[in-house]
């Protein structure tokens, strides 16, 4: 049947085992959670010399698998048989295969802990395997966080760790690192390491720690737009010009994208006073000064400008157009776009 991932590990933390775990979707990182935490924590450490096996699907059979899983334990009460990157089995969704993981799946050995780590795919849950699985094992399947929930998962899993995490702070990881849930966890937990007792997780602490340059940053040339602040936008320029590895434009790019679509959204609103743009942002709420002084900046005929001038810019660094121009030349002509709008040519018939 299927469980959350909390779920899930709240049952192994009581030692609570199943026969058969079948993980499977678009989110590696509870996946890989819930595997670590069972190869970690499932035998005693004198145990698992001869009672745990890690095989990878690129090497194996459905068949090779079961051949492990169906072996009892030596001088152990269990045995535990890891399948990483199961979605690679060659067999897995053949007909002979499904037959012999359905078979297995009936009626599995209990001293047998197998797990199947399947991902970036799920099995089809209209074929019989799947409806198999789904009956006879722990299921999960997973997805991806949308952007908007990235936030959430950044607040509770600071909470997990039993500390604190402030707004602008959450903004930064989640804007900078994205839905990378993997990525996210390790980058929080080497901020963790760096903190004193009682210390929350604040701005400074993010950008000392996460390469983020406390004054050149896609955040700073953002607020350098909404001031209509040319001089500081153009320094910010300059530096990612000298520092391109560490200031990539296609994901500024996205960043700046998100932010002007937002703002589009906010000129569409019915409600533009402060309590509305608070509501309407959200988790984003204690940002509602720079969205309010940008309503005022930009109005809703040069944002849409802007957001295809974003485009037009992502086009560009991608190579569908804009000759050979280096990802400097492409900011640099996009910032100038922003703060200096062209007027329209009006076209007379």
């Known amino acids: 049947m299927s469980h959350t991932p909390e779920g899930i590990i709240e049952q192994l933390k009581k030692r609570q085992f199943a026969p058969v775990y079948f993980l499977q979707g678009e989110e590696p990182f509870y996946i890989d959670q819930i595997a670590d935490y069972i190869e970690a924590n499932a035998l005693k450490e004198h145990e698992k010399g001869f009672n745990q096996v890690v095989v990878y699907g690129k090497d194996v059979d459905v068949a090779t698998v079961l051949l492990q899983a169906k072996r009892f334990p030596m001088m152990s009460?269990?045995?535990?048989?890891?399948?990483?990157?199961?979605?690679?089995?060659?067999?897995?969704?053949?007909?002979?295969?499904?037959?012999?993981?359905?078979?297995?799946?009936?009626?599995p050995l209990p001293s047998t802990i197998l797990v199947f780590c399947h991902k970036h795919k799920s099995l089809d849950g209209r074929k019989?395997?799947?409806?198999?699985?789904?009956?006879?094992?722990?299921?999960?399947?997973?997805?991806?966080?949308?952007?908007?929930?990235?936030?959430?998962?950044?607040?509770?899993?600071?909470?997990?760790?039993?500390?604190?995490?402030s707004p602008k702070a959450v903004m930064l990881l989640s804007e900078y690192i994205g839905a990378d849930l993997s990525r996210q966890a390790n980058?929080?937990?080497?901020?963790?390491?760096?903190?004193?007792?009682?210390?929350?997780?604040?701005?400074?602490?993010?950008?000392?720690?996460?390469?983020?340059?406390?004054?050149?940053?896609?955040?700073?040339?953002?607020?350098?737009?909404?001031?209509?602040?040319?001089?500081?936008?153009?320094r910010i320029i300059h530096y990612f010009e000298a520092n391109p590895k560490n200031n990539p434009l296609i994901p500024n790019l996205s960043l700046l994208f998100s932010f002007f679509t937002k703002l589009l959204t906010l000129h569409?609103?019915?409600?533009?006073?402060?309590?509305?743009?608070?509501?309407?942002?959200g988790n984003r709420g204690f940002l509602v000064k720079e969205y309010m002084q940008a309503l005022r900046a930009y109005p809703l005929g040069r944002v849409a400008d802007i957001i295809h001038h974003i485009r037009?810019?992502?086009?560009?660094?991608?190579?569908?157009?804009?000759?050979?121009?280096?990802?400097?030349?492409?900011?640099?002509?996009?910032?100038?776009?922003?703060?200096?709008?062209?007027?329209?040519?009006?076209?007379?018939?």
Not at 131 to 158: E, F, M, R
Request: net charge neutral; aromatic share 4%; hydrophobic share 40%.
């Open 128 to 165: 019989a395997l799947g409806k198999s699985v789904q009956k006879h094992a722990v299921l999960l399947t997973t997805k991806k966080l949308y952007d908007n929930q990235v936030p959430t998962w950044i607040n509770g899993y600071v909470k997990s760790k039993g500390l604190q995490i």
């Open 312 to 349: 037009v810019a992502d086009l560009q660094v991608k190579g569908v157009s804009g000759g050979d121009m280096s990802e400097a030349e492409i900011l640099k002509e996009l910032v100038f776009k922003i703060l200096h709008p062209v007027p329209r040519t009006l076209t007379f018939h």
């Open 268 to 281: 569409q609103s019915a409600d533009k006073t402060e309590s509305g743009v608070r509501k309407s942002l």
């Open 187 to 234: 980058e929080i937990d080497k901020l963790l390491i760096n903190l004193k007792p009682g210390q929350t997780i604040d701005e400074r602490v993010v950008q000392e720690n996460v390469g983020i340059s406390k004054e050149y940053n896609i955040f700073e040339l953002q607020s350098a737009l909404i001031a209509q602040d040319a001089l500081k936008a153009n």
């Open 77 to 107: 009460e269990r045995q535990v048989v890891i399948v990483k990157e199961a979605q690679s089995i060659v067999d897995l969704e053949r007909e002979e295969g499904m037959k012999q993981l359905e078979a297995y799946l009936q009626n």
